[in-house]
């Protein structure tokens, strides 16, 4: 069956500063990859997405690369702000598991000033 | 466009007594998910439906949860009777077209908290 697993948080981290969230998965098919972000007190909400493998989704100076030889779809962003604390989720849909996505535990990340 | 809407977005209720959550789901859209969130089990799928229709309620814990989709626009998840360990934040989620292409995108409300005391 399809999985995801996400790197435990909390990451804390300095304004600035560079930051990556691992993500790896497994999958039956050809899944879709995707981040979503959830602020406290909101639900989650896309962030971006990839189809296949290489293409690299990008959004609000985030990045993540498919990269099916290593099943990895890690998150990163160059500099991160306060406004950029919240819970991160990888999650993946694929026709082996009817396209009902499938969810990480999700990451927290703290931003401090 | 509106979004996802939920109703109520808190719930303090004692054990026993039976709680409904509600969703509306954009409109066009035709597939509605209902999710759990805790601390200790994160984000679990509930049930979901496609075109009104309840396709897996595998995740549904026991008998004491149901969820209805009378039309394309209204859900409800209900809870009865309700228990401590049902304190959670419930999410509902709609997609358009899911199935037929794997890029499918969740549109996630705002969530229900319940705490039951």
């Known amino acids: 069956g399809n999985s995801v697993t996400q790197m435990e948080g909390p990451v804390t981290l300095s304004e600035e500063a560079f930051l990556t969230i691992n993500c790896t998965y497994t999958?039956?098919?050809?899944?879709?990859l995707f981040w979503y972000v959830q602020y406290p007190g909101e639900g989650l909400q896309l962030l971006l997405k990839?189809?296949?493998?290489?293409d690299k989704g990008s959004n609000k100076g985030f990045e993540a690369t498919y990269r099916k030889e290593t099943t990895s779809f890690h998150l990163e962003k160059g500099s991160v702000q306060v406004s950029d604390s919240a819970v991160y989720f990888c999650?993946?849909?694929?026709?082996?598991?009817?396209?009902?996505?499938?969810f990480g535990r999700g990451t927290s990340l703290i931003v401090h000033p | 466009d509106a979004g996802v809407i939920q109703s109520p977005r808190h719930e303090v209720t004692e054990m026993g007594q039976e709680v409904t959550l509600r969703c509306k789901p954009i409109s066009g859209h035709n597939s509605l998910f209902w999710y759990r969130q805790t601390m200790m089990r994160g984000l679990e799928l509930l049930i979901y439906f496609n075109n009104n229709v309840p396709i897996d309620d595998s995740g549904m814990p026991e008998d004491r949860f149901s969820a209805k989709m009378p039309n394309a626009s209204f859900s409800t998840l209900k809870i009865q009777p309700s228990e401590p360990r049902d304190s959670a934040v419930y999410f509902c989620?709609?997609?358009?077209?899911?199935?037929?292409?794997?890029?499918?995108?969740?549109?996630f409300g705002e969530g229900s908290r319940l705490t039951v005391l």
């Open positions: 999650a993946l849909s694929s026709s082996g598991g009817s396209y009902i996505p499938t």
């Open positions: 990839a189809t296949k493998a290489d």
């Open positions: 989620a709609s997609s358009l077209r899911w199935g037929s292409t794997p890029t499918g995108e969740l549109f």
């Open positions: 999958a039956t098919g050809y899944p879709s």
